[in-house]
Structure formats: C-alpha cells, structure tokens
C-alpha cells in the first residue's frame, strides 16, 4: 500500500536577521552559518531543508538545542514565516495560503502539543481540552462529549473541572494531548513535548502515543532531543545540526549505516540491543539453512529479546516471522556483531573526524 | 559694555546687531538695577576676566547685541502662540468635552441628593460585590458612618462622586491605549515619553493651560485635569499585562487558528486583569489626590474644606478634612485591592 504524503517541504530556509532576504544569496553561495553570524550578523536558521512526511507515520525530528528542530516544526503552520522554500500540506502550498486560509488549516488540519503545556491557566480542563472546537464557534455543550472521551483515553476522567494549576506536569501535558486531540485534526505537532517530564512518566507518555497513534494513525511530527525516545517513536527519523538535515531515514537504517561522525558520536552509546530489531539484520530466508534453526522469532522483535530467547548461546540461528511467515534467517554471530557500536566497527569514521 | 561683546565685534556680525543699547523692548528688573549701580559707579568699565564670565545666556547675549531676543520674550512668545490657539482649540474642545460636564454633574446630584441611607446601602453592596468581605464591608460602613456623623458626609459624596466618574473614564480610555500600546513597539515608543510626562509634570501645572481653556465654573476643568493625571497607572499597566502574557500560551492561541479577537478577549486580557486592576487601584489613588489638588478650581468635597484649613488658617478645618481623605483613600484602596486578590486567586497563573 502506497503511503500518502502529508506534509512535504522543499528547499526550506530560515535566515534571522534585519534584512534575511539579502543574505539568501550568500546562503546559496555556500556561505557557512559561522560565516553569515561574523560578516554580515544575521542567523541561518535552517538551511535546504526537503522532508516528505507520510500520513499514518510518527516523524520525529532529532537535534541538540539550537539545531533548528522547534523553529522548522512552527513553520508547519505558519506561525514562523520563512525566509524561502515551499511547505506544501495535503497537497496545497501553505505559503500561498492568505490570512482566513491560514486560520482555516490551524483550526481543521493541524494540531499541535507544546513543550511547557501552554494551557490557559484561566480555563478549566474541560474548556483547555475543547479549545480546537471552541475557537471554530462549537458551543460548549457540543464539544463536551468529545473532550470528556479525549480525556478519559489520556487518564485524566474526572478531572474535567479542574483548573491546570492544580495539576502535575504529567497530567498538564495529558490535557496538552488531548486538547490536540479534540481538535480532530489528522496532523498533530508535537514540540518537545514530553521534554519536561520526569523519564517515568516520560515512558508513560510515549507508551500513551504509541498506543492511541496504532489507532488513529495521524500524520505525527515530534520534535525532540533525547535519541532513545526518538528512536522508540520514530517511523521516520530527521536529524537536525546547525539547521541542517544531516540524515534522514528508517531509525535502523539509521543506526546501522550512520553516515556522519556527529551521527556516530550521537548513537554510540545507546542501548543497540534495545533499539534494532531482528529485521533490520536479518539475512533472506533459505530452505537449507532454515533446517537447523532453533526456534522463531518476530521480525520487529527486538535484538535483546533474541539474546534472552538464546540463552546467550552464540551458535544458535533463528528464523523470522513476519505475519505467519518465514521471511529471513538471523545468527547469534550477525547479532553481536550488530551490537558493536559503528564508531568502533568502521574506523575509518573516526578517522575521517581527527 | 556688555560680556559677550568681543564675540560679535570679532565675528563681523556688528552690523547685524544693530546700534548696541538702542532697544526697544521694555526694560527688565535686571537692566534697572544695572543702570542705578551704572550710575552709582560711573566710570568702573568692566573689565573682562574670566573669572566674572556670565554664562552666555539669551539676556547676556542680547546685551552685547540687541538683534538676539531676550529670555522674557521666549514666555512671552509661549504665551502668544497659547492665546493664538486658544480659541480655535476651545472650538474644538469645548463640545468634545461636553458630556465629562454633565457627567460630573449628573453623579455630583445623584450621589449627594441621594437620602443617605440610600446611599450607604448601595455602597456597601458595591463593597460586597467586589470584595465578598464581610469585614470590608462593616468597616466601609463605620467609616462613612463616621464621617456622616462629623458632618462630613456631604463633602464626601462629592469626592467620591468627582473620582467615580473620573475612574471609570480613566478605565474606559486607558486600556484601550494600553492594549494598542502592546500591539505596537512604535506607538509604545511615542506615548511613553507623553506618560512619563503626564505622570512628572507637577499637579499644579496643569490647571494652568486648563483655566485659560475652560471656565473655572465648569467642571469639566478639574474633570480633564484628574483625568489626564490619573489615567498614566492604568495605560501602563494595561500595556504591561499584556506583553507578560506567556508567550508560549499566545503560540497555542494562534496554533489552534484563533483569530485577533478571540485572542484578545479569551486570552490576553483575562491574563492580563490582574495588572490591570493594580493600574486601576493606582489610577483611584491618583484621582483621589489630584481631586484634592484640583479644590483650586472649584472642584467640590474634601479638598475645598483642606484650601480652606490652608487659606484662613482654620487648622482644624483642614486637619479634619484631611483626616477624611484619608479615611476615603483607605476605604478605596481596600475595596479595590480585595477586588484584585479576588481576580488573582480565580485565574492565579500557573507556573510550569
């Protein structure tokens, strides 16, 4: 089944400044950020950004503070206009869109999750949560229905008529999440949006997002700098230095063929066996080979559960199943090996850094 | 021979002067004093030191040359071109100005005509109201009591009357240049000197544009005055509020599509109010003073039995008046603060 694309930017660029329209001619000469700051004083934001995201699909886009990643999510929607370059949302350019047209695709077509909640702390739960439908001119009755849902699939049933300040950090960005909800809108923004919570209830909430976006299957964007929960939510994963996209692509593909050292640097110490999964690794599956497997697993199991199942006996081959199906081989060996963080299994990375 | 003479004797602008001492302007305290000395000492020609170097002001340097204007011609130029607009500006202003009249006379005969006990009731209901405040209330009561039973009520309602219609104007005005304020840095820009100005110049000075304007028998006269004195509070804190709105919460509003008014009064003002209401307490306070102030041009209450302390030496008369005031300062400033913890406790901003 073919994906349908839902949000696409092309060549997008993003110059701060007192005059950033001058200096996008510099920029295309190739001038670098550091350069444009020390010369001319103006800020390359972002720089030839060109992103497909698919509905149905969690992209999330990664980088440290200052990468670009919270300032490229606001132009989504407008609420940063940039200096050039395209967004074109279901198929029409945003960038054309007049001012009615504009509040139009915010109020119907996207939604978005902040990182600090931006609730209105004079509202009440309820009236935090129907926001989306309110500001379209739906009178509190009729929204309520579908704000209590909302409110109850994120946890928080019975706390309707609370006001935010008496409310945790956690709950804050639940009522953040099912605010954007209720909106009904099929894409939703999320701006760092669990950065701010406690890792517990971090897990939690990324486990809540998995878990409602396996049902709605929303055109999610998430903006973050934490590498294990982008990898965990990532369908699509963007990685973003100095405004630039550095690699984009499947999370595995990712990690197994980083083709940067600010990637390698990134990845190379996380928890690889946590993260790949068997079918990143696996080789084609063969009649001859399968004959002395011993024993089954999934292709989106992760590799840590293959080494449990092993018992940690390294001679031992799994066939995988994908669906009821065989579709491919995985050995202990191939599987350690995959573990060995790729700044040490490809030297030359290193070099190339030094 | 004048100080500053070798200046234009050296820059060839003699001629320009004119004949030196031919002037026709009148005669200044300092010149009459200078020719009886002239003529007591004849013949000390001043000797130029520069220890005795006068700074070269316009009177220094018309004396050395009579073409330069002399520094009574400035005020009087001032008070010229004041006159020369005056009328066109009463022209103007007069009709704009109407309604603050007759307001203030329609609240001075309500609140003073209205039976006493009447008016006590509905006092204190407004008491209630804003402050849910038992406590408040009962002292309200005994304070206006009080001041029924020295005599004072009278002199009172018509303070009160000047700074609830006052009040009200300041509100009504204020905050819609407040918010515009906060809308543009440009226009911020401008009226912060014209506050800055308004709040500094002192009380008195500005009667005086306001006599020559209106006639001290209106009331519109010391209406205008407390009105331009008090409003600087409440377009200040207005502006304020609004610009410490969360930004981040104002990125919501517009990320859900809200439009400028959706956003103006479902969000930055409720956020505001509770700066607000603090320019609204200061700009009560400031009517409070300035009503007093303005007993100079015939604006009724407290303040003309103060004047009067002061004209007559009545010390006792002006330190009882005085002693109201405070008392009226005491029960407005409670009301309005009860009002804004009230505000604060229902929309209390949350921290992240």
Same mark, same amino acid.
């Given at each position: 089944?073919?994906?349908?694309?839902?949000?696409?930017?092309?060549?997008?660029?993003?110059?701060?400044?007192?005059?950033?329209?001058?200096?996008?001619?510099?920029? !295309?000469?190739?001038?670098?950020?550091?350069?444009?700051? !020390?010369?001319?004083?103006?800020?390359?934001?972002?720089?030839?950004?060109?992103?497909?995201?698919?509905?149905?699909?969690?992209?999330?886009?990664?980088?440290?503070?200052?990468? *670009?990643?919270?300032?490229?999510? +606001? !132009?989504?929607?407008?609420?940063?206009?940039?200096?050039?370059?395209?967004?074109?949302?279901?198929?029409?350019?945003?960038?054309?869109?007049?001012? @009615? +047209?504009? #509040?139009?695709? &915010? #109020?119907?077509?996207?939604?978005?999750?902040?990182? !600090?909640?931006?609730?209105?702390?004079?509202?009440?739960?309820?009236?935090?949560?129907?926001?989306?439908?309110?500001?379209?001119?739906?009178?509190?009755? @009729?929204?309520?229905?579908?704000?209590?849902?909302?409110?109850?699939?994120? *946890?928080?049933?019975?706390? @309707?008529?609370?006001?935010?300040?008496?409310?945790?950090?956690?709950?804050?960005? #639940?009522?953040?999440?099912? +605010?954007?909800?209720?909106?009904?809108?099929?894409?939703?923004?999320?701006?760092?949006?669990?950065?701010?919570?406690?890792?517990?209830?971090?897990?939690?909430?990324?486990?809540?997002?998995?878990?409602?976006?396996?049902?709605?299957?929303?055109?999610?964007?998430?903006?973050?700098?934490?590498?294990?929960?982008?990898?965990?939510?990532?369908?699509?994963?963007?990685?973003?230095?100095?405004?630039?996209?550095?690699?984009?692509?499947?999370?595995?593909?990712?990690?197994?063929?980083?083709?940067?050292?600010?990637?390698?640097?990134?990845?190379?110490?996380?928890?690889?066996?946590?993260?790949?999964?068997? &079918?990143?690794?696996?080789?084609?599956?063969?009649?001859?080979? =399968?004959?002395?497997?011993?024993?089954?697993?999934?292709?989106?199991?992760?590799?840590?559960?293959?080494?449990?199942?092993?018992?940690?006996?390294?001679?031992?081959?799994?066939?995988?199943?994908?669906?009821?199906?065989?579709?491919?081989?995985?050995?202990?060996?191939?599987?350690?090996?995959?573990?060995?963080?790729?700044? =040490?299994?490809?030297? *030359?990375? +290193?070099?190339?850094?030094? | 021979?004048?100080?500053?003479?070798?200046?234009?004797?050296?820059?060839?602008?003699?001629?320009?002067?004119?004949?030196?001492?031919?002037?026709? /302007?009148?005669?200044?305290?300092?010149?009459?004093?200078?020719?009886?000395?002239?003529?007591?000492?004849?013949?000390?020609?001043?000797?130029?030191?520069?220890?005795?170097?006068?700074?070269?002001?316009?009177?220094?340097?018309?004396?050395?040359?009579?073409?330069?204007?002399?520094?009574?011609?400035?005020?009087? /130029?001032?008070?010229?071109?004041?006159?020369?607009?005056?009328?066109?500006?009463?022209?103007?202003?007069?009709?704009?100005?109407?309604?603050?009249?007759?307001?203030?006379?329609?609240?001075?005969?309500?609140?003073?005509?209205?039976?006493?006990?009447?008016?006590?009731?509905?006092?204190?209901?407004?008491?209630?109201?804003?402050?849910?405040?038992?406590?408040?209330?009962?002292? $309200?009561?005994?304070?206006?009591?009080?001041?029924?039973?020295?005599?004072?009520?009278?002199?009172?309602?018509?303070?009160?009357?000047?700074?609830?219609?006052?009040?009200?104007?300041?509100?009504?005005?204020?905050?819609?240049?407040?918010?515009?304020?906060?809308?543009?840095?440009?226009?911020?820009?401008?009226?912060?000197?014209?506050?800055?100005?308004?709040?500094?110049?002192?009380?008195?000075?500005?009667?005086?544009?306001?006599?020559?304007?209106?006639?001290?028998?209106?009331?519109?006269?010391?209406?205008?005055?407390?009105?331009?004195?008090?409003?600087?509070?409440? $377009?200040?804190?207005?502006?304020?509020?609004?610009?410490?709105?969360?930004?981040?919460?104002?990125?919501?509003?517009?990320?859900?599509?809200?439009?400028?008014?959706?956003?103006?009064?479902?969000?930055?003002?409720?956020?505001?109010?509770?700066?607000?209401?603090?320019? $609204?307490?200061?700009?009560?306070?400031?009517?409070?003073?300035?009503?007093?102030?303005?007993?100079?041009?015939?604006?009724?209450?407290? /303040?003309?039995?103060?004047?009067?302390?002061?004209?007559?030496?009545?010390?006792?008369?002006?330190? $009882?008046?005085?002693? /109201?005031?405070?008392?009226?300062?005491?029960?407005?400033?409670?009301?309005?603060?009860?009002?804004?913890?009230?505000?604060?406790?229902?929309?209390?901003?949350?921290?992240?």
């Amino acid at each position: 089944m073919e994906k349908q694309k839902s949000i696409s930017i092309r060549n997008l660029y993003k110059i701060f400044g007192g005059n950033p329209a001058s200096m996008l001619e510099h920029v !295309h000469q190739g001038m670098s950020k550091r350069e444009l700051l !020390h010369q001319h004083d103006h800020v390359l934001g972002l720089s030839d950004i060109n992103i497909d995201m698919y509905a149905g699909d969690i992209t999330v886009i990664m980088g440290l503070s200052g990468s *670009g990643k919270s300032t490229l999510v +606001r !132009h989504f929607n407008r609420l940063i206009e940039p200096t050039s370059g395209e967004i074109w949302v279901d198929g029409e350019n945003v960038l054309e869109f007049n001012e @009615d +047209r504009l #509040r139009e695709m &915010r #109020r119907l077509q996207m939604s978005m999750v902040f990182q !600090h909640f931006a609730l209105f702390p004079h509202r009440t739960v309820l009236e935090n949560t129907g926001l989306a439908q309110a500001v379209r001119g739906t009178s509190a009755a @009729d929204y309520e229905k579908d704000a209590l849902k909302w409110l109850e699939r994120v *946890g928080l049933k019975g706390q @309707d008529q609370q006001y935010p300040h008496q409310m945790s950090g956690g709950m804050k960005q #639940r009522v953040g999440i099912a +605010r954007a909800l209720t909106s009904n809108a099929p894409i939703m923004l999320m701006d760092e949006a669990f950065s701010a919570l406690d890792p517990l209830i971090r897990t939690d909430m990324q486990d809540l997002l998995l878990e409602l976006q396996k049902e709605l299957q929303k055109t999610i964007v998430f903006i973050s700098h934490d590498l294990d929960e982008a990898l965990k939510l990532a369908d699509h994963l963007v990685i973003l230095k100095d405004g630039i996209v550095v690699q984009q692509g499947e999370p595995q593909d990712i990690l197994l063929h980083p083709n940067d050292p600010y990637i390698v640097d990134f990845i190379s110490d996380i928890n690889r066996a946590r993260v790949l999964r068997v &079918r990143s690794i696996m080789t084609p599956f063969s009649e001859n080979a =399968a004959a002395k497997t011993s024993g089954e697993v999934g292709a989106d199991d992760t590799l840590e559960s293959v080494i449990s199942k092993s018992e940690g006996d390294v001679g031992q081959t799994f066939t995988v199943m994908k669906d009821g199906q065989k579709v491919g081989l995985v050995d202990m060996k191939t599987l350690v090996q995959a573990l060995v963080p790729t700044s =040490a299994a490809e030297g *030359g990375m +290193r070099k190339q850094k030094s | 021979m004048a100080a500053y003479d070798f200046l234009f004797d050296k820059t060839g602008l003699r001629d320009w002067c004119g004949e030196s001492g031919n002037q026709d /302007g009148p005669m200044t305290m300092a010149e009459l004093l200078a020719r009886k000395n002239n003529n007591a000492d004849a013949g000390s020609e001043s000797s130029l030191s520069l220890w005795d170097l006068p700074f070269p002001s316009l009177d220094q340097l018309n004396e050395a040359c009579s073409s330069i204007a002399r520094t009574r011609d400035l005020t009087k /130029g001032m008070e010229s071109a004041f006159l020369g607009v005056k009328d066109s500006l009463k022209f103007v202003l007069d009709p704009i100005t109407q309604p603050l009249s007759w307001l203030l006379e329609g609240a001075l005969y309500v609140f003073v005509e209205t039976p006493w006990w009447l008016m006590l009731i509905a006092l204190l209901a407004i008491v209630y109201l804003a402050s849910k405040s038992f406590k408040l209330m009962a002292f $309200v009561g005994s304070a206006i009591m009080f001041l029924a039973f020295i005599d004072h009520y009278e002199y009172a309602m018509q303070t009160l009357s000047i700074i609830f219609v006052c009040a009200i104007l300041c509100v009504i005005f204020g905050v819609p240049i407040g918010i515009a304020m906060s809308r543009s840095n440009w226009l911020q820009r401008i009226m912060i000197p014209v506050l800055d100005m308004l709040q500094t110049l002192p009380t008195f000075v500005y009667l005086i544009p306001l006599i020559f304007l209106f006639s001290v028998t209106e009331p519109k006269l010391y209406g205008i005055a407390i009105i331009l004195y008090a409003i600087v509070p409440v $377009v200040r804190l207005t502006d304020l509020g609004i610009r410490l709105v969360d930004r981040e919460v104002i990125e919501a509003a517009d990320a859900f599509g809200m439009t400028k008014r959706q956003k103006l009064y479902n969000v930055e003002i409720p956020l505001a109010l509770p700066n607000i209401m603090a320019g $609204v307490n200061q700009t009560i306070m400031m009517s409070l003073a300035m009503v007093v102030i303005a007993s100079l041009v015939s604006a009724p209450g407290l /303040g003309v039995l103060v004047l009067r302390g002061i004209r007559n030496l009545e010390l006792g008369v002006g330190l $009882v008046a005085g002693l /109201g005031i405070v008392l009226l300062a005491i029960i407005l400033d409670r009301v309005t603060k009860a009002a804004l913890a009230r505000i604060n406790a229902s929309s209390s901003v949350s921290s992240h």
